[in-house]
């Protein structure tokens, strides 16, 4: 795995007094979305990796009380937090081991399924575990996978704080060896890990000054504001992160512009029986 | 209108007539998406603009089911009667389709939503446009379209063929005046028609060799073959339009990658249920 703070830009809440954030709450639907189109029902059993937790608990959702949800996390810290959250929503069918998602893991079940999301971007192999992963899925089971893609975010007309924070955001992706491009990339991935060539579909949403767009892009900077100033991209001032999500809106409204969010894209595959 | 098009109205030498086109079919999902998010219910009335073969009515045809009615137009006769064979071979009863001109529409306010896939993007003025298809609903109606953002579509890793074709196509809608970025500023035209700020998702289809993108891409180039050679931006021996196809397949072989068509946006809002800001 890269630094942690690379992981938290992407949305994960660092801690349970935290409220979901904005992009986490975008990126719910599209899962939401993603397994009702891929086929996850009632009943499955699921192997689902390296979330915190959020994707196994909407995996939970759909299998029910007759299916089972296992997630992987690849801490104590992460296992408690994600236990907790599964306790809250009352999903009883869902728990958490830690483990390494790069070995070998300690158990050799089948599952109907096996899902992730913003996981196999920070992977130095993504194919050779996606492999590994995937002998713990049936014959006929299902993959599914989703991972972003940052280079598409663009305001339209062209909005200089939009613009900005977008390039910041590229830069922080580079130099940490994260691909900010990575979601495209699991077509080839699926298919160097002997899976079935995937479907695949791109998600993301547009915001105009008075969506949740501004906020989303503040949030996302406030998390690589660390990032931003060891790298001399900006400095604190220049950022001026606690007025960032204003000056966004501001010139938003101004300009009648609207942003997109990141896009995440959707990899799907059904193992051949 | 521009005589440019992505999408040929008509079938293709060798398809049926029921089949929908490529783009049609690359599409159908994210709209019957957007549509049932958007709040499209049986039972209403629906107008589709500039419905070309009818694929997008015959979508809300099947939302609206036997108790709604989609009724679409066009501006021309040969897709109001193309479409209109389609829906009969289909033995639809709830979708018919007439000839119209946008700002002579023979509507009164009576309908619960207007829909529209991939057609301002053709338009001059769609704000203007917009506002004629709004006075055709009732109060608190829906609104409902789709336009790609052009400038969005890729190959990773970079497939040259693919995007050399991709090179020509934007080059052929760029000298056609075409709006590239239409489904982004579907938030403006909505505003600019006294909407208020649509909600908006993005959606687009990614696919690899095996998928129909080449096939999609080599038939929008074959329709703008024509415009490509009287402009100068490519001539007939460079497209090798009967090879297109293969050539971008054997592409993505090589590069073992994916091309994305452009997305396709989806914005909808609703007319206040006063409508004064119409009048």
Same mark, same amino acid.
Not at chain 1, 231 to 254: F, N
Not at chain 2, 60 to 70: R, T, W
């Given at each position: 795995m890269t630094s942690e703070s690379t992981e938290f830009q992407l949305g994960h809440p660092q801690? *349970?007094?935290?409220?979901l954030s904005v992009l986490s709450r975008t990126f719910q639907t599209f899962t939401r979305q993603q397994f009702a189109e891929a086929g996850?029902?009632?009943?499955?059993?699921? &192997?689902? !990796?390296?979330?915190?937790?959020?994707?196994?608990? !909407?995996?939970?959702?759909?299998?029910?009380?007759?299916?089972? #949800? #296992?997630g992987i996390e690849q801490s104590r810290a992460a296992v408690d937090y994600a236990t907790h959250h599964a306790a809250v929503r009352g999903l009883d069918n869902v728990k958490f081991i830690e483990a390494h998602i790069e070995q070998d893991l300690p158990f050799? @079940?089948?599952?109907?399924?096996? #899902?992730?999301? !913003?996981?196999?971007m920070f992977l130095p192999s993504p194919a050779v575990t996606l492999r590994r992963l995937a002998r713990h899925v049936r014959p006929g089971g299902l993959v599914i996978f989703q991972e972003p893609d940052m280079?598409?975010?663009?305001?339209?007309?062209?909005?200089?704080?939009?613009?900005? %924070?977008?390039?910041?955001?590229q830069e922080v992706f580079r130099v940490s060896g994260a691909d900010s491009e990575f979601g495209p990339k699991l077509h080839g991935i699926f298919k160097a890990a002997g899976l079935p060539a995937p479907q695949m579909r791109v998600d993301g949403r547009i915001y105009g000054s008075e969506g949740d767009g501004p906020a989303l892009l503040a949030e996302s900077i406030r998390a690589m504001l660390p990032a931003i100033e060891?790298?001399? &991209? %900006?400095?604190?001032? *220049?950022?001026? !992160?606690? @007025?960032?999500?204003?000056?966004?809106?501001? *010139?938003?409204? %101004?300009?009648?512009?609207?942003?997109?969010?990141?896009?995440?894209?959707?990899?799907?595959?059904? &193992?051949?029986d | 209108m521009t005589n440019v098009s992505m999408h040929s109205a008509g079938a293709q030498p060798g398809e049926t007539v029921d089949e929908p086109s490529l783009s049609a079919r690359a599409f159908e999902p994210y709209t019957r998406s957007v549509f049932?998010?958007?709040?499209?219910?049986?039972?209403?009335?629906?107008?589709?603009?500039?419905?070309?073969?009818?694929?997008?009515?015959?979508?809300?045809?099947?939302?609206?089911?036997?108790?709604?009615?989609?009724?679409?137009f066009d501006q021309s006769p040969e897709p109001v009667a193309y479409a209109s064979r389609r829906a009969a071979a289909r033995g639809l009863a709830n979708v018919r389709f007439v000839q119209a001109d946008v700002a002579a529409l023979p509507f009164g306010a009576e309908f619960d939503a207007v829909v529209g896939r991939v057609?301002?993007?053709?338009?001059?003025?769609?704000?203007s446009d917009l506002k004629a298809l709004l006075r055709c609903l009732k109060p608190g109606g829906l609104v409902v379209f789709q336009e790609t953002d052009l400038l969005t579509g890729k190959t990773v890793p970079r497939a040259p063929v693919v995007e050399e074709v991709r090179d020509w196509m934007l080059d052929a809608f760029a000298h056609a005046g075409i709006e590239m970025e239409m489904g982004h500023k579907l938030y403006q035209t909505f505003k600019a028609a006294g909407l208020g700020p649509p909600r908006m998702e993005i959606d687009g289809f990614i696919g690899g060799v095996e998928d129909i993108s080449p096939a999609l891409f080599a038939r929008v180039v074959r329709t703008l073959l024509p415009q490509l050679e009287a402009k100068g931006l490519a001539t007939a021996e460079q497209v090798q339009i009967d090879t297109l196809e293969?050539?971008?397949?054997?592409?993505?072989?090589?590069?073992?990658?994916?091309?994305?068509?452009?997305?396709?946006?989806?914005?909808?809002?609703?007319?206040?249920?006063?409508?004064?800001?119409?009048a």
């Open positions: 801690s *349970e007094h935290e409220t996850l029902k009632e009943g499955m059993s699921v &192997l689902e !990796i390296g979330s915190g937790g959020d994707v196994a608990l !909407i995996a939970g959702e759909f299998v029910g009380r007759s299916g089972s #949800v #296992v050799d @079940t089948q599952f109907d399924a096996l #899902v992730g999301r !913003i996981i196999l280079s598409w975010a663009k305001s339209v007309p062209s909005v200089p704080s939009v613009e900005q %924070a977008a390039e910041w955001m060891q790298l001399k &991209l %900006a400095t604190a001032d *220049e950022v001026s !992160i606690k @007025t960032l999500e204003d000056r966004i809106r501001v *010139e938003l409204g %101004a300009a009648d512009a609207s942003m997109s969010s990141p896009l995440l894209v959707s990899a799907w595959a059904r &193992l051949p | 049932l998010q958007a709040g499209l219910e049986p039972g209403m009335r629906v107008l589709d603009a500039w419905s070309a073969g009818g694929d997008v009515a015959f979508i809300a045809g099947e939302i609206v089911g036997p108790y709604g009615e989609v009724v679409g057609v301002l993007i053709y338009r001059l003025d769609p704000v293969d050539r971008m397949r054997a592409d993505l072989a090589k590069t073992g990658g994916v091309m994305s068509t452009p997305l396709l946006i989806g914005a909808w809002s609703r007319l206040s249920a006063s409508s004064a800001n119409l």
